[in-house]
């Protein structure tokens, strides 16, 4: 199955779909972590992208486009995939339509003084990528799966995350819209925990 998990920043995208990918057994395409990859390794693409991203604006159409056509040819794609972060404007939605066939998007709701939060605590390990938050950390500052240290990420810090969230109403919210109208948008309450959120898109999934 092909799948697209929209929702704000801090909905838990990358959580669930996380999670999903695995009792699935496909894998989870997120644009943000091969944007900061390409970031850390300082390849040209990261080198474009850095700026924006420190802003918490969206990187420019044309960059990640390309990105995501050239994964999704790849082999592991062939049984169904996760796109977790993409699309987020108009134009990569229709850029997606000439390459691929999507068979349900997965909307995650969460009000925005909760995103404000939950993206303040956000903490990410400098390795693996696994996410947490401070409030389940009790003090620690390791990561749990690998040992290595837990970061907050530059674009986590609240003068930015306004930003996001202003960029996510104007230019992301408009696919709402966009997948409800082909029929393929299933909404889910993303405020509620990990474990029933799963399950409620486990259920969206199989309707
Ligand atoms: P979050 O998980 O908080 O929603 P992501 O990790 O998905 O954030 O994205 C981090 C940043 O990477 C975004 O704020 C944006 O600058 C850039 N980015 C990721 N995906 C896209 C995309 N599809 N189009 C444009 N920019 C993107
Ligand atoms: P996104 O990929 O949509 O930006 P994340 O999955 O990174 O969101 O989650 C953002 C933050 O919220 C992280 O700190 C994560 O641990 C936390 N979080 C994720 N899901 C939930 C939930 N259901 N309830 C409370 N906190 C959550
Ligand atoms: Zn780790």
Known sequence: MNIIFL????????TQAQRICAAMNIPQISTGDILRR???????????????????QLVPDEVIIDIVKERLAMEDCRGGYILDGFPRT????????????????????VDDQVLVNRLSGRRVCVK??????????NGATTCAACGEELIQRNDDKA???LNRLKVYHDQTAPLIGYYEKKGLLRKVDGDQGVDSTFEAIMKALKA
């Open 7 to 14: 929702g704000p920043p801090g909905a838990g995208k990358g």
């Open 38 to 56: 390409a970031m850390k390794e300082g390849t040209e693409t990261g080198l474009k992208a850095k700026s924006y991203i420190d802003a918490g």
């Open 90 to 109: 108009v134009p990569q939605a229709e850029a997606l339509d000439t390459f691929a066939k999507i068979d349900s998007v997965i909307e995650l709701a």
């Open 128 to 137: 693996c990528g696994a996410t947490y938050h401070l409030s389940m950390l």
């Open 159 to 161: 003068e930015t995350v």
